[in-house]
T-cell receptor, first 109, second 114 residues
């Protein structure tokens, strides 16, 4: 079964500390993986996708096929990073996207 | 920039009412989606559509139906609203020309069924 697991519902870190939001997936093929973010009172929006291999707002995510993980990392958290983060998987050639339950990141001053 | 517009930000309805949630996108996207967003459950797909008049059930279609008469508009219908359908509803759209395109979301409709 295709599944996305985000083990942490809430992650709280201090400003300037490193942050890692965990994401594990279950899929037999080669999926397309995404991180979406929802800031307070804003719409859900794409943060980054693994195929782009880019850093957005200082965040990076590496696909580890051996561990079936796609963790989101940032070396120095900022208060404005506080938001809800969703990891998502799109099967090869498919239209549907499967979302994890989300992790709320809270960056303390 | 893609604009996905949901007709209402907040909606309050009564049990048993027929409820319509409307979504319009302005970027000629083929694919459109309806999700509900609940704390601890993430986003769950209700229905999606990959073309006009085409629709496919998602993971939780029970109690819902959809309509896509025009490419830009995708409507979610609660046939007979129940209290367990109180939730945040998100509409999204994406391009068809290559699969696995990221989705663009609307602001959401917070629906309360009393």
């Amino acid at each position: 079964a295709q599944r996305v697991t985000q083990p942490e519902k809430l992650l709280s870190v201090f400003k300037g500390a490193p942050v890692e939001l965990k994401c594990n997936y279950s899929y037999s093929g080669s999926p397309e993986l995404f991180w979406y973010v929802q800031y307070s009172r804003q719409r859900l929006q794409l943060l980054l996708r693994h195929i782009s291999r880019e850093s957005i707002k200082g965040f990076t995510a590496d696909l580890n096929k051996g561990e079936t993980s796609f963790h989101l990392k940032k070396p120095f958290a900022q208060e404005e990073d506080s938001a809800m983060y969703y990891c998502a998987l799109s099967p090869t050639g498919g239209f549907k996207t499967i979302f994890g339950a989300g992790t709320r990141l809270f960056v303390k001053a | 920039d893609v604009k996905v517009t949901q007709s209402s930000r907040y909606l309050v309805k009564r049990t048993g009412e027929k409820v319509f949630l409307e979504c319009v996108q302005d970027m000629d996207h083929e694919n459109m989606f309806w999700y509900r967003q609940d704390p601890g459950l993430g986003l769950r797909l209700i229905y999606f559509s990959y073309d006009v008049k085409m629709k496919e059930k998602g993971d939780i279609p029970e109690g819902y139906s959809v309509s896509r008469e025009k490419k830009e508009r995708f409507s979610l219908i609660l046939e007979s609203a129940s209290t367990n359908q109180t939730s945040m509803y998100l509409c999204a759209s994406s391009l068809e020309e290559s699969p696995n395109q990221p989705q663009h979301f609307g602001d959401g409709t917070r629906l309360s069924i009393l």
